[in-house]
């Protein structure tokens, strides 16, 4: 004796409700808030690095004041066309977590930078001093400025 196939039921079959070329809704960040999800964090991070600088004992050998500079390089090099990206590429994503995340990827990407500082000493291990806080500020400010976000809705393209 056979078992006869299973048949699939009507119900259980679903149409496709959008297709791939239907437009999709959009999170735009303008410019303001770009400002503040990206300068704003780094500027304060240049800020608490300059602040640590005037920290008897904490700068004695000189190690965080080259840091400045090369943090504001990596905010030119990395971190804005990094925050570009991201919005880019998520901007299709409604979600506002995937966007804080992205943000704090490419903060993180600030730390690597001091090895442009020379890889002798304590410079290596500076890479979590910058990287880390970067990353979280960045991640903040994303979703500080998420209120200045928008979703665009792609127009209907019915006809009645």
């Given at each position: ?11 259980r ?9 239907s ?10 808030g770009?400002?503040?999800?990206w ?13 640590m ?10 190690y ?31 979600n ?5 995340l ?44 998420q209120?200045l ?6 127009a ?5």
């Amino acid at each position: 004796m056979t078992t006869p196939a299973p048949e699939k039921s009507a119900g259980r079959r679903r149409g496709r409700t959008t297709s791939s070329d239907s437009p999709r809704p959009r999170l735009r960040l303008g410019a303001v808030g770009w400002t503040v999800s990206w300068l704003v964090p780094t500027a304060l991070m240049g800020a608490i690095l300059l602040g640590m600088s005037f920290v008897p004992g904490l700068d004695g050998e000189g190690y965080l004041t080259p840091l400045i500079p090369l943090l504001a390089a990596a905010a030119v090099v990395v971190g804005i066309p990094g925050t570009l990206l991201v919005s880019w590429l998520l901007r299709h994503h409604l979600n506002p977590v995937a966007h804080v995340l992205g943000y704090v990827l490419v903060g993180l990407l600030y730390g690597p930078v001091v090895l442009f500082a020379g890889a002798g000493g304590l410079v290596p291990m500076l890479i979590p001093i910058v990287g880390f806080p970067a990353g979280v500020l960045l991640g903040i400010g994303r979703w500080i400025a998420q209120p200045l976000a928008s979703v665009d809705q792609p127009a209907d393209q019915t006809t009645e």
